[in-house]
């Protein structure tokens, strides 16, 4: 079974800057995209960044380019969320989420394609 555990929500000010982290457990980490999402209150679910296995492929949704930085470290499990410039509307709940298939080559964005979620880290933004 697959566990993903956030950490690195909390409250910042608008212009500031948060580093998420994931780590995670149950299968062999680097054959798997990484996405991490976010969901305010009142809307969906929406896809943020991704990496793939390799981390050699990352993609961002346009509101977020330029701002944050999904980057892995395979020998740690780990996948990362450096949000920079941050604006009240990046405040959501942020998930980490692990691709349901392997060696992909190029990132996924829809909530379909992605098998198990962590259970979430509160990011909050002060204007």
């Known amino acids: 079974q697959v566990q993903l555990v956030e950490s690195g929500g909390g409250l910042v000010q608008a212009g500031g800057s948060l580093r998420l982290s994931c780590v995670a457990s149950?299968?062999?980490?680097?054959?798997?995209?990484m996405g991490w999402f976010r969901q305010a209150p009142g809307k969906g679910r929406e896809f943020v960044a991704g990496?793939?296995?390799?981390?050699?492929?990352?993609y961002y949704v346009d509101s977020v380019k330029g701002r944050f930085t999904i980057s892995r470290d395979n020998a740690r499990n780990t996948v990362y969320l450096q949000m920079n410039s941050l604006k009240p509307e990046d405040m959501a709940v942020y998930y980490c989420?692990?691709?349901?298939?392997?060696?992909?080559?190029?990132?996924?964005?829809?909530?379909?394609?992605?098998?198990?979620w962590g259970q979430g880290t509160q990011v909050t933004v002060s204007s």
């Open positions: 989420a692990a691709d349901g298939s392997a060696f992909r080559r190029a990132v996924v964005t829809s909530t379909s394609e992605y098998d198990y």
């Open positions: 149950g299968r062999t980490f680097s054959r798997y995209t």
């Open positions: 990496i793939t296995g390799s981390g050699f492929s990352t």
